[in-house]
């Protein structure tokens, strides 16, 4: 079996991210090594200067399925991981919950999170929550989310403005 591999390149947030098995990064190496080269070699004026964009692909693993691109990528706030950066470093593990079932949800046909899919979120991008249940009760109590049925949650108006506090403009009105 392969190995996970992963590059990442940032280049002042143009952000070019590669990740899945070590045969399928190992297939971008020449595209990468000619863009890095192509970029060392951009003159004054160029297109980023003129604010276009060099290279925007959104590449996957091709095992990914439809459901995972959805569920990654929002129209409003961009790719989960994008709208991770914009928590502050001293966020708690409710506030990272909350975000992530926030984000959930705006993708969700029934604007609802469940407390597994926001904690699998935030797993793959590293974030390990101590107890997710305990997360979402707390925000439960503090009336930032209320239960839909049992297990579904929905972020309500004063969680939004909550999190439009840690986040800023990224969480939409």
Do not use: W
Not at 19 to 37: K, P, Q, S
Not at 74 to 100: C, I, K, N, Q, W
Not at 128 to 152: D, E, H, T, W, Y
Not at 156 to 168: D, F, H, I, K
Request: hydrophobic content about 35%; some cysteine; proline content about 5%.
């Amino acid at each position: 079996m392969s190995e996970r591999a992963r590059v990442r390149i940032n280049l002042a947030q143009r952000e070019v991210e590669i990740e899945g098995g070590e045969a399928f990064v190992e297939g971008f190496t020449a595209r990468i090594e000619d863009l890095l080269a192509r970029l060392g070699e951009a003159p004054s004026g160029s297109a980023a200067e003129d604010g276009l964009p060099l290279f925007q692909p959104h590449l996957t693993d091709p095992s990914a399925t439809a459901a995972e691109d959805k569920e990654g990528l929002h129209p409003d706030m961009g790719p989960f991981g994008e709208y991770l950066h914009h928590m502050p470093s001293t966020s708690t593990e409710v506030d990272r919950m909350l975000a992530s079932g926030f984000f959930l949800q705006q993708s969700a046909t029934d604007q609802t999170f469940a407390t597994g899919d926001a904690n699998k979120r935030l797993a793959e991008h590293g974030i390990k929550i101590g107890n997710p249940s305990q997360c979402v009760r707390q925000s439960l109590m503090a009336k930032r989310v209320f239960m839909v049925s049992r297990g579904r949650y929905r972020v309500s108006q004063q969680g939004r403005t909550y999190l439009r506090q840690l986040m800023g403009s990224v969480i939409p009105a």
